[in-house]
């Protein structure tokens, strides 16, 4: 049996003044699988990425270990090893898209130097997430969020990253886009990708095959089978919240 392509082993956050606010969490990214996190806000899920990418707040301390591919390990209290892992392996799409583009660069510039510069190719990526190959000749700040977020999508498209992390891909997205994104994800899944997705979005969960994992106060308070779980939750939060 191959091993998980990511696994989270017993991630604790705190923050500056000791409070706990990830609890032990353990967590496994199957090979070209997927994974979902969700929960409300607040439930300490955009912690989560940011743990794994080694981008908390300096103030914080963390505990628990990473481990890529069954044999990479890095604890996540070592900036420097998790950000040297990410930035060779995996690629990650933020809650707000733009903090990721240099606002001085147009995206088709951005995009070609994944590809060596490629036009050609860039414009067929940007087509492929809806977009205009004209986008290719705006900046950052002239894009809605939107489109700051498909551009992400469509650079994750280019890179040949396996692993792919989206923090709230839906979000400002109206419901017409969201079917869109979730196809976009899709995609990825289907050209081999490991993808972990955390979301508050029910349609999303709903949406994404694989494991799906329910977090609450900085706790997975059940996790399995999406779905299973969608159907026959045991958790009673998890019950109220499909009931909700």
């Known amino acids: ?9 017993g991630l604790t956050i705190r923050d500056g003044a000791g409070a706990t606010l990830v609890h032990d969490v ?26 794994i990418f080694g981008l908390l707040p300096m103030s914080f301390t963390v505990g628990g270990r990473l481990l890529a591919r069954g044999h990479e390990e890095v604890a996540f209290a070592d900036r420097g090893g998790l950000q040297a892992l990410w930035r060779r392996w995996s690629m990650l799409l933020p809650q707000e898209p ?50 700051a977020q498909r551009s992400l999508v469509a650079a994750a498209m280019l890179t040949d990253a396996p692993v792919l992390v989206a923090d709230e891909p839906t979000k400002g997205l109206d419901s017409a886009r969201v079917g869109h994104a979730l196809g976009l994800l899709h995609g990825m899944l289907d050209r081999g990708r490991g ?6 979005d029910y349609a999303v969960a709903q949406g994404l095959p694989g494991t799906l994992a329910v977090m609450k106060d900085g706790r997975i308070v059940e996790q ?10 045991s958790d009673p939060y998890t019950r109220a919240w499909l009931d909700a």
């Open 1 to 9: 049996m191959n091993p998980p392509a990511l696994a989270i082993q």
């Open 26 to 51: 353990h967590l496994a990214l199957p090979p070209a699988g997927a994974l979902t996190v969700i929960g409300e806000t607040g439930s300490g899920k955009s912690l989560l990425a940011q743990a």
């Open 98 to 147: 733009s903090a990721a583009l240099d606002p001085t660069m147009r995206f088709g510039r951005q995009l070609g130097e994944i590809v060596g510069g490629n036009q050609a190719v860039v414009s067929r990526a940007l087509t492929e997430v809806d977009l205009a190959r004209q986008t290719g000749r705006l900046y950052p700040f002239e894009a809605s969020g939107g489109m």
């Open 195 to 200: 993808l972990m997705v955390i979301t508050h």
């Open 224 to 233: 399995g089978d999406r779905a299973v779980i969608l159907m026959a939750p």
